[in-house]
Nanobody
Framework: QVHLVESGGGLVQPGGSLRLSCAAS????????MGWYRQTPGSQRRWVAR???????TYTDSVKGRFTISKDNTKNTWYLQMNTLKPEDTAVYSC?????????????WGQGTQVTVSS
């Protein structure tokens, strides 16, 4: 079993910054993939950034150059640094951890954290 705890959301003015955290605990595989997603009311959840276990990083176009996904290996914690935030970044952000090894695998979601960008 794996448990994810998200933190770091809140209210920020346009142009401001926030850092989201997703801390994983439990029976983790040695290699994990992490994705950050966001969802607004009435819309589908959409991916924002992914950090694969092999180090590959991808971002959706709307956040390139503004958001940075990273990981602290000593803490099994992933981060999403969000800079130059815009009102359209307002959403509930969720982390998604998945991995597969030796025929077994898992896929877990964090509880979600609200990010509101408003003046």
């Amino acid at each position: 079993q794996v448990h994810l705890v998200e933190s770091g959301g809140g209210l920020v003015q346009p142009g401001g910054s926030l850092r989201l955290s997703c801390a994983a605990s439990g029976n983790l595989f040695s290699t994990n993939n992490m994705g950050w997603y966001r969802q607004t009311p009435g819309s589908q959840r959409r991916w924002v950034a992914r950090l694969y276990g092999n180090g590959t990083i991808t971002y959706t176009d709307s956040v390139k150059g503004r958001f940075t996904i990273s990981k602290d290996n000593t803490k099994n914690t992933w981060y999403l640094q969000m800079n130059t935030l815009k009102p359209e970044d307002t959403a509930v952000y969720s982390c998604n951890l998945w991995s597969k090894a030796l025929g077994a695998g898992y896929n877990y979601w964090g509880q979600g954290t609200q990010v509101t960008v408003s003046s």
